[in-house]
């Protein structure tokens, strides 16, 4: 299963190459990136934290957009100021919480060319007393569904390795034990739990990794891979495996559930690879007595 796992992320880390769409900036690495575990929840974007001209990753045509001064029932967006393109055959290009506008009415025009400016970076909706900076993602509207944009953009420079942190096992009965602290666990279903994350190069903020996998005595207990949310009836839904609750995968600030695993009497080994989208993994091994 390890070799499947590998030839997955070789497959995504090639495929990412053919596409042509650009970076909003050059050389500014992520505050924050898609799939991180924002609070018990995954964050469908990314944020940079910046000061300068917002540019267009890609040509398309505006299909909506809304300034700070414009407000909904009297509500502010969480938005704040946004912008949404239409790439074409479904994919909608996202911009938002910019401080304004690149055209001073606040209205661009229903075309926009690739790299052309068209937003300042600033501060506006959620990104509200945090630095300078905006927020940017894609949704495609025929399978409905949040990507990620380092899926479809070329990766940035990155030599550094994911980082594991704590691994936690959850009983069926609610019982959390860390592997940090003791390798004895009774007989029986454990969720897994992973406190993950990478560093690009030049980057100092801990970012989401591109993918988890979890085996178990060399059985696949279950594989992530932080490539899109399927948006259904309002609920969030990811892959590992199959199509699973995002809310169950994020159900622990911090970490990621990877897998189940039924743990029998004896000697288990818990094996745990991270991948990051440059194809840089770490990999951490757990010998635990089962009783």
Not at 51 to 61: F, K
Not at 243 to 261: D, W
């Amino acid at each position: 299963m390890r070799i499947k796992l590998c030839a997955v992320l070789l497959l995504f880390a090639v495929g990412a190459a053919v596409y042509t769409i650009d970076w909003p900036v050059t050389g500014v690495i992520p505050a924050s990136n898609f799939a991180r575990n924002d609070g018990g929840s995954p964050l469908l974007g990314m944020t940079f934290a910046y000061e300068g001209p917002l540019y267009a990753a890609e040509q398309g045509e505006v299909i909506f957009q809304r300034n700070t001064t414009e407000r909904v029932s009297g509500l502010p967006s969480p938005l704040g100021s946004w912008i949404a393109v239409d790439l074409g055959d479904g994919l909608v290009n996202i911009y938002a919480r910019y401080g304004k506008n690149e055209n001073d009415e606040g209205d661009l025009s229903s075309h926009i060319e690739k790299q052309q400016i068209i937003a300042q970076a600033g501060i506006s909706g959620a990104s509200e007393n945090e630095m300078d900076g905006f927020y940017f993602s894609f949704f495609d509207r025929k399978e409905r569904r949040w990507i990620n944009p380092a899926a479809i953009i070329n990766p940035m420079p990155d030599t550094r390795p994911p980082a594991i942190g704590v691994v936690r096992l959850k009983s069926a009965e609610g019982e959390t034990i860390s592997l940090a602290q003791t390798r004895t666990v009774k007989q029986g279903r454990y969720a897994i739990f992973v406190e993950a994350s990478d560093t690009v190069d030049g980057g100092t903020q801990p970012l989401a990794p591109n993918s988890l996998a979890a085996f178990v005595n060399g059985a696949e207990a279950g594989t992530l891979l932080f490539e899109s949310f399927s948006a259904r009836d309002g609920v969030l839904m990811m892959y590992r495996n199959a199509l699973v609750l995002a809310s169950q995968v994020y159900m622990e600030p911090n970490a990621y559930e990877a897998g189940e695993f039924w743990f029998s009497r004896g000697i288990a080994t818990l094996e745990i690879i991270v991948g990051d989208r440059a194809g840089n993994t770490r990999t951490a091994s757990y010998r635990i007595i089962v009783e």
